[in-house]
């Protein structure tokens, strides 16, 4: 149960978090680290701090800060928010035009208690009316029950649903909190049918897991775009989390990398969907090396990935 106070909306609750004013900016760039992964960079949206899927993901990186002790934060004071998209859409010349509202929480999963998809998408409808580039991206791992607002919208150019989907059993036993894999195709792909811009990420495939199936469903789907990445871990989760699936990770190469699947093993994970997606849409890898797209034949410089314009 989440704490809510009708007249303030700071009320603490420790089981589950607090829902109040944020009193610092909503929105800063974020750059990639470590610097050697290819990353777009993209400015974040910080509309919340943590996640309502209970339980969290098994490997969320989330899990190495403290909102996952705490309980998540909701930040109430959407008019300010929506001021200060309002300024940055006016920008120009900035290193990215995605404004990424899925950083530190999933986009979606805290509209009932603190409903702000309406204004933002009608924002960025004027966006798109003024000809502007900025483009708000919801990332999810969501079903239609959470997509349900986006759903009562007319689309928007300038907006970008991105599901973070996987492989179904995967899903069931390290993703127990989310939607089912088949609830967030089923959600994806009402909302490209009613004409929404739609990305796909499988993210984070698993050692030993055929995602062969998954990637002939998103095939049918045909995203504008998708995005792969494995099972990765940076020092501080490993540290605090001592999860068995962590054991199949390499030790980082250098004191601020990512443990990762020994790169044989990750090459073959990516090129069974590349195989099958390649010629459906743009893909690219996240949290990746250049080596890596080089490897699978994919244009680092472009950054055709997630959170890329």
Known sequence: MWCYNSDTMTKNCKSSGVVRERKTKFIELFRTTPPKNVCPNFFVLSHANGCAFQPHCDYCYLKSTFWHKRGAEVFSNVETMVQE???????????STILNSGNLSDSLVFERIRPMIPQLVDVFREAETAGRPHALLFVTKGGRDECRPIMKLKP???VIVSFS?????????YERGAAPTADRLAAARELREAGWRVRIRIDP????ADYRPLAEEVRKLAPERLTLGSL???PHLLHVSHEPMFDALEPAAEPKALARYPLAARLEMYASVLDIMRDVCPAGLCE???AVW???GLDADAKSCNCGS
């Open 85 to 95: 998209v309002r300024k940055w859409i006016a920008l120009d010349g900035l290193e």
């Open 156 to 158: 928007c150019r300038n």
């Open 165 to 173: 989907i996987n492989n179904s059993e995967i899903a069931a036993r």
């Open 205 to 208: 495939m698993f050692l030993g």
């Open 232 to 234: 990765r871990a940076e």
């Open 288 to 290: 990746e090396t250049r």
């Open 294 to 296: 080089d490897a699978l």
